[in-house]
Structure formats: C-alpha cells, structure tokens
C-alpha cells in the first residue's frame, strides 16, 4: 500500500468533504453579510472543491518541510527562492483566499445556549478522535501527559506552562503508547477544571480500563486515590508523586531522615509510595513493583554503578511515548503565524493524522521498497504531499461562482441579500462590440468608482487619447463600456465613430 492510503484512515474523503462544504458555507455567509469594495478581488470569488482543498493541505503539509519566512515566499520568482512545484499546483492568490474562508463548523447553526469554546473545531476534533482509538488497540504500556500547540495571541484557555518548549498556548491531554508514541486519544484542555480521576478515567475509556493496562504518568495526576480507583478497574500505575496527595504521615517524618542513596517506602494494600534521596527527594508511587533497590546501567563519576528503586528504570524507560509524539510533531511543524486559533489548533490535529499514520505504515507496512530503506517520517509526508496534490484536477478555479450557488446546504438563507455585480478592476484591454449601439441612450457618462489608494478623485487614462498617444487622465467613464473617456469630445467620439 502507498503511504497515502494509510493518511487516509485518518484523514479521508469525508472530513475534506466537510472542510469544503463549511469552507463555502462561511464564504457564502460573508458576501451575504460584508459589503464588499468596488474592486475587492473577493467579488471574483470561486468556492472550493474536495480537489483543491486536498491540494490546499498538501501545500501546508509541505510548508512544514520547506520552512520559508513568509508565505509569499514560497510563490516567489526571486533566484534564492524559486520553487515552480508551489504554483504549478495552486497560485498564491487562490491559497490566500482558501486560507480566509477555511473553516470547520457552522456559525448559524451554534445553538444560543451552547458553552463548548472548542465548538469552531468540534467536528474536526470528534471525527480525529474516533479513528484514533478505533483504528489501533495499543500495546500493554500507555503514558499520559500534556501537550502544547503554541499559541502567543488573545485566547480565553490559553495556558503558560514553563517547563515545555512552547511555554504559552492551548493544552491538551494525550494518551499514547509507550514504545511507539501512537496518539491513541487525546482532550483539548478549554479552561474549565474538573477533578484528575475523572480526566484520567475519561481518558482511557472503556476500550482500555479493565484489559490490565499499565498506566504511566507523572505527578500532576497521580494520587493514592486514583491509584485505588484504577486498580478496581483492572488498570496499574506508576509513576511520580506529591506527598499532599494520600501519602501517610508517618512517611513524611521519615523523608526528613533520607541520606543520599537512601529510601523509605509505605504501602496500602497495593498501592506503594516510595521516597528516594538522589541529589533531591524522588518521590514515587505504583501499584506495580516493590520498594526494591536495584543497579542501573548508569555509573557516577567513580565508575561505580547507580543503585536506585526499580519504579524508576520502568518509569523512565514508558514515560517516553508522550515525549517522543511531541519531539516528531515539532520536526516539520505546518501552522504559520495567524489570527484564527482555530486554524492553528486544527493543522495541529493534521499533524497528529499523519504522525498516527506515519507509525502505523512502519508497523504493518509490508511493501519491501519502505522496509529495506531507512524510511523517515519526512520521506512519508513527502510521498503524501505527491499523492495529495496530484488529485486536483481544477487548480486555481473552484466549481461554481460565488453568484452561481444554489446548494441548499451552502445558500440556506433565502432572506440573503447578493453583493452588487463585480466592477471591472481595469478598462477591457478590447473595445466592447456593443460600444456603437444604442447612442448615448445605453451609454451613461458616471464617475470613476474609488480606489484603495485614491477614495476621492480617482483617475483613469483616457482611451481616445491614449489610441493617440497623448496620456491625459479623466474622472469619468462609460457604465456600459468600463471604459475611461474625456467628458463630451472622447465620450462621443467613442461611441459614435467605428475609427
């Protein structure tokens, strides 16, 4: 199987589908609510297919590799920058446009009683999840952790976390094998807290509670509480821990007694709680192991092996999966700088479909070509990004105008009322066939509509006099013709005489 039909359990014809239809539908709705200025290029507006958003996130997908300042950059004919794959496949103007309008959910549709903050980018995130935990079933080590998308702009949840490489932006819980990193589920954080059992439980599921599952997590979760609680469902943890979260005080006493090398331990039933002093206190709990001391493969400066707790050498070796999907997804990250969070947040998810992708095309992949090679998470997206842009067949043009829609699910207001015909934004290169018809009874002499750089007084070259040759500007035109001519002497001259 080619690597893109493994993209595709995730991210498929049905969610690019849904990404077209809401891409146009708030298209729609903006025309029918924005008046728009004579000569906005919005007026020429053509709504997207499933083709050209495939090759939209093709493109993004590649930004990530080919990591360029500014987005014009990659459309640029400058030497240094040239790269002729960007415009054979869609034009800078037509990416900009898709990357206004790119949109996730209905606005119209939101009821007025709705509180989820992540209602913009719910579809996407319930169609994500669900193939996540229903394509794979994960080994028997699982870790939980948090993860970050960064994000610096004005955000209700946004979160400041100082230990992580992007310290501000939008947190999410992931759930994640240990040994390959598969993102097995995971939960945007949306500023509204509720008690760690209940995230926990809510996290693994029934698909993972009560299969013997081994939990790794650190102590931002972990409680004597939870641990009992998980252990009722079959389901074992290890992993750091905070005194104030069920440890004995008898226990407490002892910590203030630790030399370096030493440990005490408590336990409670199954649940062990162990304090180890290195250069600081480790504080360890799970229902796992016991409170043994082992040696490590690790020796200190004398050469002599480090002696440490047994929870340790497991903790350290499956709380890496989470850290390990962090490290890939920050390889060829593909969101740039924008406004909109919602779409930071979901190429983000993008990311993640094509990690997941990526791990399992490794896993189950059969094909001797990407076996015998040492086959890279780059050379996978590349192999994709092929695939994924040659499926457009109408580069640079959608399906129907703006003013052509009749979809009842895109043009579902019929009180909407449609933006006046576009206004030519130059003189027609041609003289119009009908400029002779009619008399001055069809052709009417208005004023040159305003200009972004010119909102009083805008100016035009005449087209009598330019044919010859004398440049004189005028602020009057034909409605019919859109073509500037001098009052009276050029205006009839035009439209009387074939010379």
Same mark, same amino acid.
């Given at each position: 199987? =080619?690597?893109?039909?493994?993209?595709?359990?995730?991210?498929?014809?049905? &969610?690019?589908?849904?990404?077209?239809? @809401?891409?146009?539908?708030?298209?729609?709705?903006?025309?029918?609510?924005?008046?728009?200025?004579?000569?906005?290029?919005?007026? +020429?507006?053509?709504?997207?297919?499933?083709?050209?958003?495939?090759?939209?996130?093709?493109?993004?997908?590649?930004?990530?590799?080919?990591?360029?300042?500014?987005?014009?950059?990659?459309?640029?004919? !400058? %030497?240094?920058?040239?790269?002729?794959?960007?415009?054979?496949?869609?034009?800078?103007?037509?990416?900009? #446009?898709?990357?206004?309008?790119?949109?996730?959910?209905?606005?119209?549709?939101?009821?007025?009683?709705? @509180?989820?903050?992540?209602?913009?980018?719910?579809?996407?995130?319930?169609?994500?999840?669900?193939?996540?935990? +229903?394509?794979?079933?994960?080994?028997?080590?699982?870790?939980?952790?948090?993860?970050?998308?960064?994000?610096?702009?004005?955000?209700?949840?946004?979160?400041?976390? %100082?230990?992580?490489?992007?310290?501000?932006?939008?947190?999410?819980?992931?759930?994640? @094998?240990?040994?390959?990193?598969?993102?097995?589920?995971?939960?945007?954080?949306?500023?509204?807290?509720?008690?760690?059992?209940?995230?926990?439980?809510?996290?693994?599921?029934?698909?993972?509670?009560?299969?013997?599952? =081994?939990?790794?997590?650190?102590?931002?979760?972990?409680?004597?509480? &939870?641990?009992?609680?998980?252990?009722?469902?079959?389901?074992?943890?290890?992993?750091?821990?905070?005194?104030?979260?069920?440890?004995?005080?008898?226990?407490?006493?002892?910590?203030?007694?630790?030399?370096?090398?030493?440990?005490?331990?408590? /336990?409670?039933?199954?649940?062990?709680?162990?304090?180890? /002093?290195?250069?600081?206190?480790?504080?360890?709990?799970?229902?796992?192991?016991?409170?043994?001391?082992?040696?490590?493969?690790?020796?200190?400066?004398?050469? *002599?092996?480090?002696? /440490?707790?047994?929870?340790?050498?497991?903790?350290?070796? =499956?709380?890496?999966?989470?850290? /390990?999907?962090?490290?890939?997804?920050?390889?060829?990250?593909?969101?740039?700088?924008?406004?909109?969070?919602?779409?930071?947040?979901?190429?983000?998810?993008?990311?993640?479909?094509?990690?997941?992708?990526?791990?399992?095309?490794?896993?189950?992949?059969?094909?001797?070509?990407?076996?015998?090679?040492?086959?890279?998470?780059?050379?996978?997206?590349?192999?994709?990004? *092929?695939?994924?842009?040659?499926?457009?067949? #109408? $580069?640079?043009?959608? *399906? #129907?105008?703006? +003013?052509?829609?009749?979809? *009842?699910?895109?043009?579902?207001?019929?009180?909407?009322?449609?933006?006046?015909?576009?206004?030519?934004?130059?003189?027609?290169?041609?003289? %119009?066939?009908?400029?002779? @018809?009619?008399?001055?009874?069809?052709?009417?002499?208005?004023?040159?509509? %305003?200009?972004?750089?010119?909102?009083?007084?805008?100016?035009?070259?005449? !087209?009598?006099?330019?044919? =010859?040759?004398?440049?004189?500007?005028?602020?009057?035109?034909?409605?019919? $013709?859109?073509?500037?001519?001098?009052?009276?002497?050029?205006?009839?001259?035009?439209?009387?005489?074939?010379?």
């Amino acid at each position: 199987m =080619h690597p893109f039909s493994w993209i595709k359990f995730f991210l498929d014809d049905d &969610l690019v589908t849904h990404i077209t239809t @809401e891409t146009n539908r708030y298209a729609h709705q903006h025309f029918n609510t924005h008046e728009l200025a004579p000569h906005s290029r919005e007026l +020429n507006y053509k709504y997207v297919t499933s083709d050209e958003i495939w090759t939209y996130l093709g493109i993004v997908f590649m930004t990530g590799i080919d990591k360029r300042p500014e987005i014009e950059d990659y459309w640029s004919t !400058r %030497p240094l920058f040239h790269t002729p794959w960007y415009g054979q496949k869609m034009s800078l103007r037509r990416f900009q #446009q898709i990357s206004k309008f790119l949109h996730f959910a209905d606005n119209d549709a939101r009821p007025a009683d709705c @509180e989820d903050r992540l209602y913009k980018v719910r579809p996407i995130i319930d169609s994500l999840v669900g193939k996540f935990r +229903n394509t794979y079933i994960p080994e028997k080590e699982i870790a939980i952790d948090e993860g970050m998308i960064a994000w610096k702009g004005r955000l209700i949840f946004r979160v400041y976390m %100082p230990d992580k490489p992007d310290k501000y932006g939008i947190k999410a819980y992931l759930v994640c @094998e240990s040994t390959s990193g598969y993102i097995w589920n995971f939960e945007i954080y949306c500023g509204k807290s509720r008690p760690i059992k209940e995230l926990v439980v809510d996290l693994l599921g029934p698909q993972l509670l009560d299969k013997g599952y =081994h939990l790794y997590q650190d102590n931002y979760y972990n409680s004597v509480e &939870l641990c009992e609680t998980l252990l009722q469902r079959n389901t074992y943890v290890c992993g750091t821990f905070r005194m104030d979260r069920g440890a004995p005080k008898e226990l407490k006493n002892d910590v203030k007694k630790l030399k370096k090398g030493e440990s005490v331990f408590s /336990r409670k039933g199954q649940v062990l709680v162990q304090v180890w /002093r290195d250069k600081r206190d480790v504080k360890l709990i799970s229902t796992l192991h016991t409170a043994k001391i082992v040696e490590s493969a690790k020796t200190n400066r004398k050469g *002599e092996k480090i002696c /440490r707790p047994e929870v340790i050498g497991d903790y350290n070796k =499956h709380m890496r999966g989470v850290d /390990r999907a962090d490290q890939m997804l920050h390889y060829y990250p593909c969101s740039r700088k924008t406004v909109k969070w919602t779409k930071k947040l979901v190429f983000f998810l993008l990311q993640m479909a094509a990690l997941n992708s990526f791990i399992l095309f490794k896993k189950y992949t059969t094909t001797e070509k990407y076996k015998k090679r040492n086959y890279k998470f780059k050379d996978f997206i590349l192999d994709c990004v *092929e695939k994924m842009t040659e499926q457009n067949k #109408q $580069c640079g043009e959608g *399906e #129907q105008s703006r +003013n052509e829609v009749d979809d *009842e699910s895109i043009a579902s207001d019929s009180s909407a009322v449609t933006p006046p015909p576009a206004t030519l934004r130059r003189p027609p290169v041609k003289d %119009p066939e009908n400029r002779l @018809e009619g008399g001055l009874k069809v052709h009417k002499m208005v004023h040159v509509p %305003p200009s972004n750089n010119k909102k009083n007084g805008a100016m035009r070259k005449c !087209r009598v006099c330019a044919k =010859h040759k004398i440049r004189k500007e005028t602020s009057v035109m034909c409605a019919s $013709c859109g073509v500037a001519l001098c009052k009276l002497s050029c205006f009839n001259v035009y439209h009387t005489m074939k010379n």
